[in-house]
């Protein structure tokens, strides 16, 4: 069996689909974005819990899962914000 070498390079991009690709042009839009999506879990999750306790609509099952989502995109959120620090940390530490 013989490997032949491959002519061009493999390179990886990630797929957006255009409809989805946000229209600015910063980090700073991106990041607000990202903010503003676990705000919305969150925000999701406490109406939910509002009113299941208070009006007794809805059930703990849409309840638990609307909390979980919340909480895992707060957490996630804080995993690539320590990401960006680190990374930060990094170039700063680089030789001038």
């Not at 839009?29 to 306790?53: P, W, Y």
């Not at 009006?55 to 804080?78: N, T």
């Given at each position: 069996?013989?490997?032949?070498?491959?002519?061009?390079?493999?390179?990886?991009?990630?797929?957006?689909?255009?409809?989805?690709?946000?229209?600015?042009?910063?980090?700073?839009?991106?990041?607000?974005?990202?903010?503003?999506n676990v705000e919305?879990?969150?925000?999701?999750?406490?109406?939910?819990?509002?009113n299941l306790l208070?009006?007794?609509?809805?059930?703990?099952?849409?309840?638990?899962?609307?909390?979980?989502?919340?909480?895992?995109?707060?957490?996630?959120?804080?995993?690539?914000?320590?990401?960006?620090?680190?990374?930060?940390?990094?170039?700063?530490k680089m030789p001038?």
């Amino acid at each position: 069996m013989t490997v032949t070498p491959v002519s061009s390079p493999i390179t990886f991009t990630a797929a957006v689909p255009a409809a989805a690709a946000p229209e600015s042009h910063g980090f700073a839009t991106l990041l607000s974005s990202a903010i503003a999506n676990v705000e919305s879990a969150q925000a999701s999750a406490d109406q939910l819990a509002s009113n299941l306790l208070a009006g007794g609509q809805g059930d703990v099952h849409s309840v638990a899962l609307a909390s979980q989502k919340a909480e895992l995109s707060m957490e996630l959120f804080q995993q690539v914000r320590n990401k960006f620090v680190q990374a930060y940390q990094e170039v700063m530490k680089m030789p001038m």
